[in-house]
């Protein structure tokens, strides 16, 4: 079946650092992946998406890159703020599913 | 737009009791509803898929007595934990997914803090 693996947290860094959070998959065929993102206290936002391969997602600053040779997504931001602090997770859908395959989460922690 | 809400944001009930988690898409109707339980360290696990009009399909290892599922319209499904108790702690989120052609997007509530005392 299909899975989502991400790099274990916590995560600290400190502001205006690079950020790599690093995503593989196991998946049949090209599904779309995703970065979703989930502030203190909140549900779950769409960060950035990529539907095929060699796709670029990029929002807020961050970017992510669908390698499907090396079955990655890795969410990369150049310079990170307090406000990024958050739980990050990746996650990946088949076209015509509904349903979403989530990795385990990672939690950012960004120090001023 | 897209927006998804749940209601409440936040509960204490007793043990023994019964608790109703309403999720509510506010400006679209929703193909399908789902229900995630979040623990403490974060990971996600997903319960059950709702369809407005049809019984709700659980994960393995969901108590489907326990996780009552309702999908009674296109904008509305409800979660209720019955006879809940303290391991049943736990914030609850639901997503709606909306139909984009042929591809979908999941819009995600604020999440329930479910505490039973």
């Known amino acids: 079946g299909d899975s989502v693996t991400q790099m274990e947290g916590p995560v600290t860094l400190s502001e205006e650092a690079f950020l790599t959070i690093n995503c593989t998959y196991t998946a049949t065929g090209y599904p779309s992946l995703f970065w979703y993102v989930q502030y203190p206290g909140e549900g779950l936002q769409l960060l950035l998406k990529a539907t095929k391969a060699d796709d670029k997602g990029s929002n807020k600053g961050f970017e992510a890159t669908y390698r499907k040779e090396t079955t990655s997504f890795h969410l990369e931001k150049g310079s990170v703020q307090v406000s990024d602090s958050a739980v990050y997770f990746c996650?990946?859908?088949?076209?015509?599913?509904?349903?979403?395959?989530f990795g385990t989460g990672t939690r950012l922690t960004i120090i001023p | 737009g897209a927006v998804v809400s749940q209601h409440p944001s936040w509960v204490i009930c007793k043990s023994g009791t019964s608790v109703k988690i309403e999720c509510r898409s506010l400006?679209?109707?929703?193909?399908?509803m789902f229900w995630y339980r979040q623990f403490p360290k974060q990971s996600l696990m997903l319960m059950a898929t709702s369809n407005e009009g049809s019984k709700a399909t659980y994960e393995q290892g969901v108590e489907k007595d326990k996780f009552l599922i309702n999908h009674a319209s296109l904008t509305l499904s409800t979660l209720t934990v019955t006879s809940a108790h303290p391991e049943d702690s736990s914030f609850y989120i639901c997503s709606a997914s909306l139909a984009a052609g042929a591809a979908y997007e999941q819009y995600f509530g604020p999440g329930t803090r479910l505490t039973v005392t």
């Open positions: 996650a990946l859908r088949h076209f015509g599913n509904e349903k979403l395959t």
């Open positions: 400006d679209f109707q929703a193909t399908t």
